[in-house]
Nanobody
Framework: EVQLVESGGGLVQPGGSLRLSCAAS????????MSWLRQAPGKGLEWVSA????????IYADAVKGRFTISRDNAKNTLYLQMNSLKPEDTAVYFC??????????????WGQGTQVTVSS
């Protein structure tokens, strides 16, 4: 059974940092590019970032470029999202998903359940 389990969300003040984790099981994690997406309250799904299977290539949405860093540890079957300089508009439920395809950033076979990130003073 494929599982993606996110963790690390929470409440943080503007300007603060959080690191999200996504533990993968049930498939060959190291073979697939992976993504983070988010959904803010009352809004649609927004793609955030993706990383190739080896971890050497990353891409970001303009809204998070320079503040967020995606990474992975294939030995631990875990995907990460380091979020710095957080803003209130980063408040959302964050999902990990895969495999990523450049052709469609919203089409995935596997999804996690999401973790809530709230940025507020």
């Amino acid at each position: 059974e494929v599982q993606l389990v996110e963790s690390g969300g929470g409440l943080v003040q503007p300007g603060g940092s959080l690191r999200l984790s996504c533990a993968a099981s049930g498939f060959t994690f190291s073979s697939y590019a992976m993504s983070w997406l988010r959904q803010a309250p009352g809004k649609g799904l927004e793609w955030v970032s993706a990383i190739n299977n080896g971890g050497g290539s990353t891409i970001y949405a303009d809204a998070v470029k320079g503040r967020f860093t995606i990474s992975r540890d294939n030995a631990k079957n875990t995907l990460y999202l380091q979020m710095n300089s957080l803003k209130p508009e980063d408040t959302a439920v964050y999902f990990c998903a895969g495999p990523f395809s450049h052709g469609n950033k919203y089409d995935y076979d596997y999804w996690g359940q999401g973790t809530q990130v709230t940025v507020s003073s």
